[in-house]
C-alpha cells in the first residue's frame, strides 16, 4: 500500500489518501489515525474491483505541522493490519515579533543593542534591520526550536548613540519567504539628554524704561519635563505672585522698566539628565 499526502501552506485545505493495489477478498478497509492519541478519523471510502482507498481531508493549521498520521488497512484474512504513517510539514509565517533594547536607558556616548525577536515560523524567518528606509547590517543571527515544529529566529542591531538620535524609528522585518508574508515592528529610540536652549536671535535685548518687556527662550532635554529659574546678580527672581519682574518657565516678564533692571540675567534649565545655563543681557533705553 501507499500512503501520499499533498502538502499545505498554512491553513489550506489538505488531502491524505491510502491507496491499496492489491486484489483482495473480501475487499479492504482503510482508516485514518493521529498519533500519539491514535484515534480514529473520519474519512471516505472508494471502492473498485481492484482496490479500495480511503481519502482524509483536513483544514491545516500550524498546530498540524510535525503531525503524524496513520492509516491502517485490513480485512478479515489479515491478523495484523497493513499501515503506512506521514509526518506532515506545515508551512506558516511568524505571528508576531518584539524588539528589545539594552541598556534600557540610552544616553549619548554608549553602544546600544537592538535585538529583535520574531517568534515561531516554518521554515525560519528571515530578519531584517530598517532605518530611514535603508537596510542596515545586523549581527548575531541566531535561531532556536519554537512552538509547533517551527523555529525562532533573533538579529541583532549594534548601534553608538548620539543626542540627534532620539525618537528615531529602526524598523526589524521579519519574512518568510516561502509564503510571501512579512509583519514589521518598530521602536522609538528613547535617548536621554540635558536640556540645550535654542539660541535665542539675539543675547542683547533692549527696551524702553516704562515700558513692558518680556524675554523667552526654548530649551529642549529628554526628559521633557524641564524646571526653570531666572536669576540677576545672584537673586533669584519669583515665579508667583503680583511682582513687577517676574519669571514663567522659560519666559521672563518685566510688566514696567526701570533704568535698574538692566543687567545679566541668567536662565537655567534642569531635567533628571542636568542642566543648562544662558544668560541674557537687559538694556534700558530712555523715552
Request: hydrophobic share 35%; net charge neutral.
Amino acid at each position: 500500500m501507499n500512503l501520499q499526502a499533498t502538502l499545505p501552506t498554512t491553513r489550506k485545505l489538505i488531502s491524505i489518501f491510502f491507496l491499496s493495489i492489491r486484489i483482495a477478498h473480501p475487499l479492504e478497509r482503510g482508516v485514518f489515525f493521529i498519533f500519539p492519541h491514535y484515534f480514529q478519523i473520519k474519512s471516505v471510502s472508494k471502492t473498485t474491483d481492484q482496490s479500495v482507498s480511503a481519502e482524509l481531508s483536513i483544514k491545516a493549521n500550524v498546530t498540524d505541522n510535525q503531525a503524524q498520521y496513520r492509516c491502517e488497512a485490513h480485512n478479515s484474512a489479515t491478523e495484523i493490519p497493513l499501515f503506512e504513517t506521514k509526518v506532515l510539514t506545515v508551512h506558516f509565517a511568524p505571528e508576531k515579533a518584539k524588539i528589545r533594547i539594552e541598556p534600557a536607558e540610552l544616553r549619548p556616548g554608549i553602544e546600544a543593542t537592538l535585538i529583535c525577536d520574531s517568534s515561531s515560523s516554518n521554515p525560519p524567518a528571515k530578519l531584517a534591520w530598517r532605518h530611514e528606509g535603508t537596510v542596515l547590517e545586523g549581527t548575531n543571527n541566531s535561531s532556536k526550536a519554537g512552538l509547533w515544529g517551527g523555529t525562532v529566529s533573533s538579529l541583532e542591531l549594534k548601534l553608538n548613540i548620539t543626542q540627534d538620535m532620539d525618537g528615531h524609528v529602526y524598523i526589524c522585518q521579519s519574512t518568510n519567504e516561502m509564503l510571501q508574508r512579512s509583519i514589521n515592528v518598530a521602536v522609538n529610540l528613547p535617548v536621554l539628554y540635558e536640556p540645550q536652549f535654542s539660541p535665542p536671535d539675539e543675547t542683547t535685548v533692549s527696551g524702553v524704561a516704562g515700558e513692558p518687556l518680556a524675554v523667552a527662550l526654548v530649551a529642549t532635554g529628554n526628559p521633557s519635563s524641564i524646571a526653570y529659574t531666572w536669576t540677576k546678580d545672584g537673586q533669584r527672581i519669583a515665579s508667583s505672585g503680583v511682582p513687577r519682574i517676574v519669571s514663567e518657565g522659560p519666559i521672563l516678564n518685566i510688566t514696567k522698566l526701570k533704568r535698574t533692571d538692566a543687567g545679566v540675567y541668567t536662565c537655567e534649565a534642569i531635567n533628571s539628565q542636568g542642566s543648562a545655563m544662558i544668560n541674557i543681557t537687559v538694556q534700558v533705553k530712555c523715552k
